[in-house]
């Protein structure tokens, strides 16, 4: 077989460049890298990893998501809805932004792209169409409230928990409103309103960026972030001194069962490796194995826990004049005589010693260089932990990525592949994956930005990549006072045009089971925050269930002869039944979900007119028939042959009759008894009864079922 090299490397189609086109794209890539390194460092934060592993997916991912996709203005990169749901996915399987989150978030891009890539690679795009436009609606509309939800905290400057309820950790953020750090609310509302400003009075200007650069240098001139650290004896309050002795404590605990599962599994792999008869000594090491990973996993349960305590008490500083280390007490609980320095201080790092944090939370100090290059840690445990997270979030990212693709193609005229875009968004994330990664789909706003400012191929994603390739090796220092809250605000605007209620009431106006299934995926979503896959799982699961309800008892109609000498609905049109046919239309697929409804129908419908010798079944509806509708036509015919009713079919198509000559129906009924339209149908039925052709026309001479 002969593959052509643009197969191979679609790319080729944007040569010949010329001067006027690679200038289009490096415009148009240098107004996106202005608003991807923002964004991308929010989404990283939202998707529970640290803000600078936000670059490290705006970098490769960009660019061979264009080289290798079939949308020439498609951005890809890390986007809000896969970005929560990476976070909600490994948030059970360990704590944000600790090591093991992170391989499991780079595991999971890799996943994700290999799902993509071989579902391109053997064209089966088709697979997306199992999630129904009404459940990515209703879908979409809980995950845009969610992330919204989820920010608040960073934007009042709160602590907030982490648990198997999402609502209950909104609720614990709400009761802290007491506790609202100001500085932080005012960062994160002058960045919104810088914003939406921008937004709407100078639409083409990079809102994003302007609202970073300002807060961003206002953060650095008033000291926004103000850090300090505190031994557990600095720790002045019962409580909270308790809670960290307890902490430590664990996390040593913790540190010995890690190295005791080290040495196990070095053990096993020993044992393997020797060969030989080892039955008895690998179950025994499988088995502690299995137990020492259940203890390591209590024990990071209980710590997780006394992290949420220990964040949720506010400090004050003591004031020293000796040049001692300072005490901290909990507000309200400062000793008498004790003067503070009035200054709000949280413990956001628990330990020995701990980091606390008097001011805002700000970005930090961000690694320059580039990310480190290899594979990820793959193990079988982590592969199936994740496979079902990895497979919602490979179909949700390229459905996004797709729609986004065909709706820039009706502006451009450009022909979009499905499969190609899957490889290109597959090869993305697995390249993705081999540089730190989380995974990445196609983005709305910045392929908006993209095809806006300009850019006439996909050269303009790479100028984008080798943008946020010139940040990672220059400009990370600037980054380093950038408020947490500013990037929450990010995240918001962002997803604020995710919500469409309209779109869920527009679902429920075309079919009252797809408004059912958008509005049950968007409470599943909600009800099973943080597992959102859960819910997306819960709507497409009712979609195709609401579908084989629908097939399973398509409508059926008794048909009459209306006075314009069309067939209508008897029942609706109050048509009399005729004494020679019973016309029964069925509308839908013969298959073995619907044949019993089928039958029935007919029989009723024959057993409603006795005295008519002839049954009609109208089949132009019957797209297909499979082999348990064949043997229940077969039944009836026969059945009905024997009572002296005639069974007569009109409008059969190939694939129908196919069936029926393969299996060898057609002979039973007989090719006098099939007929290419109603109309030959009745005209043969009313002469083989005796009729006049104008008898037959008259409306009191026919039935028709409905």
Not at 75 to 96: K, Q
């Amino acid at each position: 077989m002969n593959i052509s090299p643009r197969a191979l490397l679609p790319f080729l189609r944007w040569l010949p460049f010329n001067g006027a086109t690679v200038k289009a794209d490096l415009l148009a890539g240098l107004t996106v890298a202005l608003v991807l390194v923002p964004q991308s460092m929010a989404y990283a934060q939202l998707a529970g990893l640290p803000a600078y592993y936000g670059l490290y997916a705006a970098f490769l991912p960009v660019m061979v998501a264009a080289l290798w996709g079939s949308s020439d203005q498609l951005g890809t990169g890390p986007v809000a809805v896969v970005s929560l749901l990476t976070a909600s996915s490994l948030a059970p399987l360990a704590a944000p932004s600790s090591e093991h989150f992170i391989t499991l978030a780079v595991m999971l891009a890799l996943m994700v792209g290999a799902f993509q890539l071989f579902l391109g690679a053997f064209k089966l795009g088709i697979i997306v169409n199992f999630l129904s436009h009404p459940v990515i609606v209703g879908f979409t509309n809980a995950a845009a409230m969610i992330i919204a939800l989820s920010q608040v905290n960073k934007l009042i400057g709160v602590p907030m928990g982490r648990s198997e309820h999402f609502i209950q950790d909104i609720a614990g953020v709400f009761r802290q409103l007491d506790d609202t750090h100001w500085p932080t609310l005012a960062m994160g509302v002058v960045a919104i309103a810088i914003m939406g400003l921008v937004r709407r009075y100078r639409p083409k200007w990079p809102g994003v960026l302007i609202a970073v650069l300002v807060t961003t240098i206002a953060s650095w001139l008033i000291g926004f972030e103000r850090n300090d650290t505190a031994t557990i004896d600095q720790i002045g309050d019962a409580e909270a001194n308790a809670l960290l002795v307890e902490y430590a404590r664990t996390d040593e605990r913790i540190k010995d069962i890690g190295d005791q599962i080290v040495a196990k599994s070095g053990e096993l792999q020993a044992l393997q490796k020797a060969g030989g008869e080892h039955g008895r000594e690998d179950a025994t090491l499988n088995y502690e194995l299995e137990l020492l990973k259940l203890q390591i996993k209590d024990r990071e349960d209980e710590n997780r826990r006394r992290n949420r305590a220990i964040r949720s008490i506010v400090f004050e500083r003591a004031k020293v004049s000796d040049g001692g280390a300072p005490r901290f007490h909990a507000v309200g609980r400062v000793p008498p005589g004790v003067a503070t320095e009035g200054t709000r201080w949280r413990i956001v790092r628990p330990g020995k010693t701990s980091k606390l944090a008097g001011g805002g939370e700000v970005v930090g100090r961000i690694p320059e260089g580039l990310p480190r290059f290899g594979l990820p840690k793959i193990s079988w445990d982590m592969i199936g932990s994740l496979l079902s997270a990895a497979l919602v979030i490979s179909l949700v990212g390229f459905m996004e990525a797709i729609s986004i693709a065909k709706a820039i193609a009706a502006k451009t005229k450009q022909r979009i592949d499905p499969n190609q875009e899957l490889i290109g968004q597959g090869l993305a994330n697995i390249v993705g994956s081999l540089t730190q990664a989380f995974p990445v789909s196609g983005s709305f706003s910045r392929s908006a930005v993209n095809i806006n400012a300009g850019a006439a191929t996909g050269m303009s994603s790479v100028f984008t990549g080798l943008l946020v390739l010139l940040t990672l090796l220059f400009l990370t220092p600037l980054l380093y006072h950038l408020p947490q809250a500013v990037l929450a605000a990010v995240i918001i605007m962002a997803v604020i045009g995710l919500i469409n209620v309209a779109a869920v009431k527009h679902a429920w106006q075309a079919n009252r089971h797809d408004g059912i299934a958008a509005v049950v995926t968007f409470l599943a979503t909600l009800g099973f925050a943080p597992h959102l896959d859960n819910g997306i799982l819960v709507g497409a699961g009712l979609a195709i269930g609401l579908y084989l309800y629908r097939t399973m008892s398509p409508r059926v109609a008794i048909l009459g002869r209306y006075h314009d000498g069309t067939l209508r609905d008897a029942k609706v049109n109050s048509l009399p039944a005729s004494d020679v046919v019973t016309a029964v239309r069925f509308d839908g697929r013969l298959y073995f979900a619907n044949v019993s409804y089928f039958e029935d129908a007919i029989l009723e419908a024959v057993a409603a007119n006795p005295k008519a010798p002839f049954l009609l079944i109208v089949a132009d509806g019957v797209n297909e028939m499979d082999a348990s509708g064949e043997e229940v036509v077969h039944h009836i015919v026969d059945r009905l042959r024997g009572n002296g009713v005639t069974v007569v079919f009109s409008g059969l198509k190939k694939q129908v009759i196919d069936v029926m000559r393969a299996t060898g129906l057609f002979d039973v009924i007989t090719q006098a008894n099939i007929f290419a339209t109603a109309d030959q149908a009745l005209t043969a039925i009313y002469a083989r009864a005796g009729h006049a052709e104008a008898d037959a026309l008259r409306p009191d001479n026919m039935l028709a079922v409905g």
